[in-house]
T-cell receptor, first 113, second 112 residues
């Protein structure tokens, strides 16, 4: 199993550009989440999904969209990038059935100029 | 989810046991204590979790006080690769609510 994979590893955007951060998992996990981490801070939840076709907002959802058309994939879209979205983005997945153990991807470093 | 308090940083000598405390005085009866760590620039990694009994796995031990208001993560023989930020999280299993909150954690530095 590859676990949780994220692409790209690093991206530079100009203010106003849009892009999609990709996340995929091959563990058949129903739950998937997106977090952002800013320097010196903990992780903050952006959006999450409890299964294909179901998504919900986390702590800091503004400026981001998600969709979950398959169990494996959970892309994060930045509609109009802003410098405040400069951050490291982590995708995570976990099983259901009471197991709260989350598996995280390697992260995407995003710089918005 | 209950709030947790951790010291911002700790040092530990290589080969010694690293004891990382966490205070969760407002923990509810159905909330578990989870520990994750994040090695520099990597995604967080699950370590261990428990409800009220002490737990041990290949990575660490978790000691939860009888009143469950605090816990200690123990890395029995710390190595340089254990240098990381350690997060203590308290959460009840809640299908459909994924609002897992990571605080600022404890930055553990293992000293050669």
């Amino acid at each position: 199993n590859a676990g949780v994979t994220q692409t790209p590893k690093f991206q530079v955007l100009k203010t106003g550009q849009s892009m999609t951060l990709q996340c995929a998992q091959d563990m058949n996990h129903e739950y998937m989440s997106w977090y952002r981490q800013d320097p010196g801070m903990g992780l903050r939840l952006i959006h999450y999904s409890v299964g294909a076709g179901i998504t919900d907002q986390g702590e800091v959802p503004n400026g981001y969209n998600v969709s979950r058309s398959t169990t494996e994939d959970f892309p994060l879209r930045l509609l109009s990038a802003a410098p405040s979205q400069t951050s490291v983005y982590f995708c995570a997945s976990r099983q259901t059935s009471g197991r709260e153990t989350q598996y995280f991807g390697p992260g995407t470093r995003l710089l918005v100029l | 989810d209950a709030k947790t308090t951790q010291p911002p940083s700790m040092d530990c000598a290589e080969g010694r046991a690293a004891n990382l405390p966490c205070n969760h005085s407002t923990i509810s009866g159905n909330e578990y204590v989870y520990w994750y760590r994040q090695i520099h620039s990597q995604g967080p990694q699950y370590i261990i979790h428990g409800l009220k009994n002490n737990e041990t796995n290949e990575m660490a031990s978790l000691i939860i006080t009888e009143d469950r208001k605090s816990s200690t993560l123990i890395l029995p023989h710390a190595t340089l690769r254990d240098t990381a930020v350690y997060y203590c999280i308290v959460r009840a299993p809640n299908f459909g609510n994924e609002k897992l909150t990571f605080g600022t954690g404890t930055r553990l530095t293992i000293i050669p």
